[in-house]
């Protein structure tokens, strides 16, 4: 079973950048498909970004496509979001998610098996 850990988080400007990291471990990395997902006080998880498991496509919501970018280092085993152009209306935890399943990116919640614990980031205004 793989075990997921974010970091990277963090107090920012609008328009700044950060870069999240979600490590894995437990597992076979090359297994999943990756997805970040965000939630805000308030609102339903939401879906951000997908990669699939060798990382060869990507899909991303419309609010955030153009700004955030989703890789992964095999060799590492972690999967990074890079978040450019930040807006206070990206603040919100930010998880990410491992799925061991074979087909389309995945933009619901529950279809992921497994999450972590999520990284706060906040973009003042």
């Known amino acids: 079973q793989v075990q997921l850990d974010e970091s990277g988080g963090g107090l920012v400007q609008a328009g700044d950048s950060l870069r999240l990291s979600c490590a894995t471990s437990?597992?076979?990395?090359?297994?999943?498909?990756m997805g970040w997902f965000r939630q805000a006080p308030g609102k339903e998880r939401e879906f951000v970004a997908h990669?699939?498991?060798?990382?060869?496509?990507?899909y991303y919501a419309d609010s955030v496509k153009g700004r955030f970018t989703i890789s992964r280092d095999k060799a590492k085993a972690t999967v990074y979001l890079q978040m450019d152009s930040l807006k206070p209306e990206d603040t919100a935890v930010y998880h990410c998610?491992?799925?061991?399943?074979?087909?389309?990116?995945?933009?619901?919640?529950?279809?992921?098996?497994?999450w972590g614990q999520g990284t706060q980031v906040t973009v003042s205004s």
């Open positions: 998610a491992a799925d061991v399943t074979i087909g389309p990116p995945k933009i619901r919640p529950y279809d992921y098996e497994y």
């Open positions: 990669i699939s498991r060798f990382g060869v496509s990507t």
């Open positions: 437990g597992g076979t990395f090359s297994r999943y498909n």
